[in-house]
């Protein structure tokens, strides 16, 4: 459910036509839905709203502090993987004691930062962090809270490079061992008070099976920890719940609510949750102007001003991004105001099959492949849909493309709140030897 939906054949989000941003602010650019945003945490939080539960957005998703602050203010914890993700959270308002640090790679200094803040606990990822944490704790004269990220080795049944509960992947540490490191820790590292265990299997999971066979071994490992004396008040089962991209059909947070409720009924803990996706993926477009159509030998190309560096899912997943038309091309109109839906065959409405690719020098750096769209025309402007989530957060500079603005709607207004990179930005920094 999100809040871009056409009247009278013009894109709108929520009360503000996407042609209107577009014209004000340029392309390409992200647009999010204040609303949609709201809801979707709602939805979420509620689904759990009968058990002791704490929701940690996980901000790597969609990282703006205005996107964060929605959340935050509904009370929102978050989930954080880097030293500037805690800055970020922390600058929109998050609470420490809502805060987890997950990632198999966490340096010293960001230890340091996140210990000085006060975070509520550090999702483990080896032994060896393990200690180093503890090691930094005792410098800083401070307890640290944790839970290890244990992999349960559950398939995902998602993409390979987004599933991440497999023996062969880099994370989490493989549940026997865990066990060990967690009674290890509470005869040696005395800086160290275990509080949770952690699981995060993968991302854009539209299964719940994968999610209830994680929870099983999660909850003999709970067992097994408190059979050695170690009390365990969190549960974390990370994020990954999916949405619909094309046809995909993924679980509602509440039929995922219930299916954790009913597998975790009577383990006393705290569920934590990490998700991201299913908050921001439906709430944010990409908006992009047409530049040149051509003719290929083989292919019909679009070539629009956005590129794999403004939104890199297509390019390293070969993700779908339904795209719509923002205003009808004229002629024909629609008559009645329906949805224009691009994607089906339109009486009397141009169609072609055509690549949508931007101006960067990779064959990889397209939008979609072979789609049936309408005849769009150098100026026309397009919606890459479902960009909200892992789009503008994964934007980078490659070929020295300033990064795209980024606007909320709420309502009937908009505002920037991200500006779009200048020249100037591209260079900062740099410097030429003398
Ligand atoms: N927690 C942890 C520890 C994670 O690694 C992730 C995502 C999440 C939570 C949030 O997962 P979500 O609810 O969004 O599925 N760039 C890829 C997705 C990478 C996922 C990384 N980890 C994409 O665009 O599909």
Not at 265 to 289: C, Q
Request: charged content about 25%; aromatic content about 8%; overall charge positive.
């Amino acid at each position: 459910m999100h809040f871009f939906t056409y009247k009278k054949n013009k894109l709108y989000a929520e009360a503000v036509a996407v042609e209107r941003i577009a014209k004000e602010v340029g392309t390409p650019c992200y647009i999010y839905s204040h609303k949609t945003l709201a809801r979707h945490y709602a939805a979420f939080d509620e689904a759990f709203e009968s058990v002791p539960h704490l929701v940690c957005y996980s901000v790597k998703v969609n990282s703006n502090i205005a996107a964060l602050n929605i959340f935050i203010k509904a009370g929102s914890g978050v989930d954080i993987v880097s030293g500037g993700e805690l800055f970020r959270a922390l600058k929109a308002g998050a609470n420490p004691k809502k805060i987890v640090y997950s990632g198999v790679g966490k340096r010293e200094d960001e230890i340091e930062y996140a210990l000085k803040t006060g975070i509520l606990m550090f999702n483990v990822e080896s032994p060896e962090e393990l200690r180093a944490i503890n090691r930094i704790a005792g410098r800083l004269k401070r307890k640290a809270g944790f839970a290890i990220r244990v992999n349960p080795d559950v398939d995902a049944k998602t993409h390979p490079y987004i599933s991440t509960g497999l023996k062969e992947n880099k994370f989490g540490i493989e549940t026997n061992q865990a066990i060990k490191e967690y009674v290890y820790a509470k005869n040696k590292l005395k800086n160290l008070i275990p509080l949770g265990v952690d699981c995060h299997i993968g991302s854009q999971i539209t299964e719940l099976s994968p999610f209830i066979d994680a929870l099983k071994k999660t909850k003999n490992i709970i067992a097994s920890l408190r059979s050695k004396g170690i009390e365990i008040k969190y549960l974390d089962i990370g994020g990954g719940l999916g949405i619909t991209y094309k046809d995909e059909v993924a679980p509602h947070p509440s039929k995922y609510g219930k299916a954790v409720i009913d597998e975790t009924k009577g383990l006393g803990v705290t569920l934590i949750f990490e998700p991201g996706r299913v908050m921001a993926g439906n709430a944010g477009i990409l908006v992009a102007k047409v530049l040149y159509t051509k003719q290929g030998t083989e292919k019909n190309f679009i070539i629009v001003d956005a590129a794999m560096n403004d939104l890199a899912r297509p390019s390293l997943y070969g993700s779908y991004h339904a795209i719509k038309a923002v205003t009808p091309p004229a002629p024909p109109l629609i008559k009645g105001g329906r949805e224009w839906d691009f994607n089906k065959r339109v009486a009397g409405g141009g169609e072609i099959v055509a690549d949508v690719v931007g101006p960067i020098c990779e064959s990889g750096d397209f939008f979609a492949k072979d789609r049936e769209l309408p005849e769009f025309k150098s100026g026309d402007l397009m919606a890459i849909m479902s960009a909200g989530a892992y789009g503008f957060s994964m934007s980078s500079n490659y070929n020295s493309r300033p990064r795209a603005a980024e606007v909320m709607v709420k309502g009937n207004k908009f505002s920037v709140i991200r500006q779009r990179e200048t020249y100037n930005d591209l260079i900062k920094g740099e410097k030429i030897l003398k």
